[in-house]
């Protein structure tokens, strides 16, 4: 794969980064989303339903519906409360998409039948097991995806092929999305103002853990964003806070000696990532160049880091995974694979050339921060078109996988 240019500029005012190939004008444009089968998502569970219990896992296959909505009609098809229904994490609504969501029904009650005879346009019951608890957000493991790309000019394909099967082997920089953003990219400017005392916060605790969510994203981003700038997203600095990929635990990056050589080199082998802040009371703060970065970001923002504390409620703090794996990358690129999964465009030369692109994402992952990094994506589902870069402004708020820890607005 030919090298590709490092960033010049760090984050901007909404968390912008820059794409790892140039700026978005070098990189070829590609559609996504010219129909909901253009974005296939399924999600991969933490763990089986126990088939006992008071909670029934419902297993669904959503088209145009958003995860809340389509929540909320299984669970009136099961005279159950939808405010106590569970599950793992957002699904897209211009998608095709399978997932997993729990409720509350007694054990009296059989809900296949309920199910079977409900009218749930745009959901496909796909199986119904009872488990003794309800499911949680952040119970997954990832979610794999298939996703066709359109309109990519035929010169460019080669190129992005070996770009793509080059983030098989060493990921992309783990940048949140706009869809973090909120709908109109200005939720951290107002979870900001909120922090402040300027403006009074929202009274919904949802909505709270929404705005928040979105400012510890956005510092995360410009973390990012300034790791990357000097090549040390990938690796891992004295007293950096690791992550491990096979255990997910939290480690010290010896600021010396023998062991800070091995943690080196478990980062080059992609076993251990270094980790970046979603702020909050109790977060971890890791040591050395790394923890002053971090208090840098922060104090800028906000002056003193403990204006924090008093919004434990929304959000205690966390961390968050530099580097995004991305495994099984497959790309199939000829105008049979694309025209099958979306056959309406197949006679349409402006978006029946281009590629079909597999892969699966750990939880938190977003399919077009990966995406980004070899396109100029344009949302054709989307009333604003360009989605050039993770968190780019001007861009579009798909509803796409918001799956760090679950929900929007949960801790990572």
Known sequence: MTATAPP???AGPRGDLPASAGSPGDLPTAVLRSSPADFVVEELPAYAPSGRGEHVFVTFRKTGRTTP???RAIALALGADPGGAGFAGMKDRHAITT??????????RDPAPLLEKAELPGIEILAVTRHDNKLKPGHLVGNRFRIALRGIAPEALPLAERRLAEIGRVGVPNAFGPQRFGRNGDNPERALAWIAGRERGPRDRREQRLLFSALQSLWFNEVLARREADGTWSAVL???LAKKRDSGGLFLVPLEGPELADAEARAAALAISATGPMFGRKM?????APGALEREVLTAAIGDPHKLDAFAHAGEGTRRPLRLEVDGMEVAASDADVSATTPEAAGDPETRHGIVVSFVLPKGGYATTVLGRVF???DASAPRPSISRPGAAGAPPPEEDEVEEGQPGADP
């Open 99 to 108: 997932q997993t969501a729990s409720f509350q029904v007694p054990l009296a």
């Open 376 to 378: 100029r994506l344009v």
């Open 69 to 71: 909505d389509a929540v």
């Open 284 to 288: 971890r703060w890791p040591e050395g």
């Open 238 to 240: 004295p007293g950096d």
């Open 8 to 10: 010049a500029t760090a």
